[in-house]
């Protein structure tokens, strides 16, 4: 299923202050003109009431747009989810919804309740009092929402996540830094990726597209200073936040440099891969040795020796040559693999 990414929407939530401030600002703004020999109490008495409104839809209208801009929690994706469950507490999501939209009805009425009054006074003073009044209840009606609020707030931590055809499969590119995995990316995929943040980790994510003749073959996602050390080494919600990419359908192309330029020794990149194999167990993984260009053969030999049991693809990430092939050969596995299930 394709769906666009649940969260690019999410507005800005203010706390109950800034809410306030803004629609007490706005109504301050607010004058009336009429012509001078019109009584002075009627006057008054409809400038109180375009303020007390302008309070009310200011403050409705922010209500609202906060609550449609959140998403349907029950119909996110399993890998939007999972994201989403370390962010907030869901239940207290929906209680927060609740309660924003109580609120914002809860506002409605008293405004309701006070034009009425305000057209049935009988002086400007009491007109006056009537609005301050207003204003002291709707306060104490956000002041009330603050903790919801807050709740809601956090949500937009997920604005920046990548956008995930669902229809197609992901190709998550590992392996330890400088090992050659942009540059993969690059060869297999057009364009410029798209490059997106992942929450409660400094890291981007970026995701490019493997183009076939009918269109969108896969996806190749490259998460660079995520899946590139052992899972033992992050904290407990940068590994819950790797652990949601288990649920996007494909599989893994492990990238290793043998000649150890990358500045990381093979046997720390052995441990690398199984510990990201450990990790994605269910899925297909094909491990790809690169910079072929400098490779010598004793680089290479040494590192098929401990990566006896892999088939080995080699590739020159330089020249995107052997890279192809890799993705090609995750394409016929993941097929495999969707075929048995
Ligand atoms: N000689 C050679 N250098 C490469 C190859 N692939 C990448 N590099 C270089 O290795 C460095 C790290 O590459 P990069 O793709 O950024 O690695 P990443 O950190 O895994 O994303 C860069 O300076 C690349 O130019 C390759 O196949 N051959
Ligand atoms: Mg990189």
Do not use: W
Not at 7 to 28: G, M, N, Y
Not at 42 to 48: F, G, M, R
């Amino acid at each position: 299923m394709v769906q666009e990414q649940p969260f690019r929407e999410v507005i800005d939530v203010p706390t109950p202050s800034q809410l306030i401030d803004t629609a007490f600002r706005r109504s301050s703004r607010i004058s009336v003109k009429v012509p001078a020999k019109r009584d002075k109490l009627l006057v008054a008495k409809l400038k109180e009431e375009m303020r007390v409104r302008a309070v009310a839809s200011t403050i409705t209208d922010k209500l609202r747009r906060i609550k449609n801009s959140m998403p349907m929690v029950d119909s996110l994706h399993p890998f939007y989810r999972d994201l989403f469950y370390l962010v907030v507490d869901v239940d207290r999501f929906k209680v927060a919804l609740f309660r924003t939209s109580k609120a914002s009805k809860i506002v409605e009425n008293l405004y309701r309740e006070y034009r009425s009054r305000i057209r049935r006074v009988g002086s400007t003073l009491e007109a006056a009092r009537a609005r301050r009044e207003f204003y002291g209840r709707v306060a104490s009606v956000l002041r009330e929402l603050e903790g919801d609020l807050k709740v809601l707030s956090e949500v937009k931590k997920l604005r920046r996540l990548p956008s995930i055809d669902f229809e197609v499969p992901t190709i998550i590119v590992s392996g330890a830094p400088n090992v050659g995995k942009s540059s993969f990316v690059k060869c297999v995929s057009t364009a410029q990726p798209e490059v997106a943040e992942y929450p409660f980790t400094t890291k981007r994510i970026e995701v490019g597209h493997v183009m076939g003749q009918r269109g969108i073959l896969a996806q190749v996602v490259d998460t660079p200073g995520l899946l590139d050390r052992p899972l033992e080494e992050r904290n407990n919600i940068e590994r819950q936040a790797i652990v949601a990419l288990k649920n996007l359908e494909g599989g893994i192309a492990f990238l290793i440099d043998p000649t150890e330029t990358c500045g990381f020794p093979l046997s720390y990149q052995v441990n690398v891969l199984q510990s990201v194999s450990e990790t994605f167990k269910d899925k297909p993984m094909v491990v790809a040795l690169t910079k072929m260009d400098i490779a010598s053969k004793e680089h290479v030999e040494r590192a098929l020796e401990r990566l006896e049991g892999y088939r080995v693809f080699l590739c020159d990430t330089l020249k995107c040559e052997g890279t192809k092939e890799v993705v090609e050969e995750l394409l016929r596995k993941v097929k495999k693999c969707a075929g048995r299930s």
